[in-house]
């Protein structure tokens, strides 16, 4: 279901965001106008997107997803609305790429979180997927690709 993870030294991204404290039940009714939010935001300052759509996850609760919504930036967004600065941090990550549809990214995380527990990594409290091809790029979801992120404790 994921590919084979690996372990590397992300840089610091600058990205335009909307923190989020929401249920979990509501992601998928949050999800869609918050992007679209974020990119009216970053149009209107005439600033392009400089990667794929994020999700940054502060921290794992089963009933309350505390995140931000994202989209990487070449340069620093000015506040407007809901919209702030912000970046994914710099840090060592293990990273893999999920192919399905949505529905399928728990599974895909439950086997990644597998993998970084039978190979003697620390996973910290916070971790990100980036929407690397979605909807907006092929109706398919067998086609959909995610990229799972999960910075590392240990070294």
């Known amino acids: 279901m994921i590919e084979i993870p690996q372990i590397l ?34 149009a209107a300052q005439g600033i392009a997107p400089a990667g794929p759509v994020f999700s940054h996850h502060f921290r794992m609760d089963p009933k309350v997803f505390d995140f ?12 407007a609305g809901r919209v702030k600065p912000g970046e994914l941090p710099a840090a060592r990550v293990a990273r893999t790429v999920y192919r399905g549809p949505y529905e399928g ?6 086997e990644f979180s597998a993998w970084l527990q039978a190979n003697g990594h620390t996973p910290a409290p916070n971790l990100w997927e980036r929407y690397v091809a979605g909807p907006e790029s092929n109706p398919d979801p067998s086609t959909w690709r995610t990229e799972l992120n999960r910075p590392l404790l240990n070294h």
Request: glycine share 14%; charged share 20%.
């Open 9 to 42: 030294r992300t840089g610091a991204q600058l990205a335009a965001v909307i923190r989020l404290i929401i249920p979990r039940e509501e992601i998928r009714t949050v999800m869609g106008p918050g992007i679209g939010e974020l990119m009216a935001a970053i």
């Open 68 to 79: 931000e919504v994202g989209v990487p930036v070449a340069r620093p967004v000015s506040p």
């Open 105 to 110: 990214l728990g599974e895909a995380w439950g």
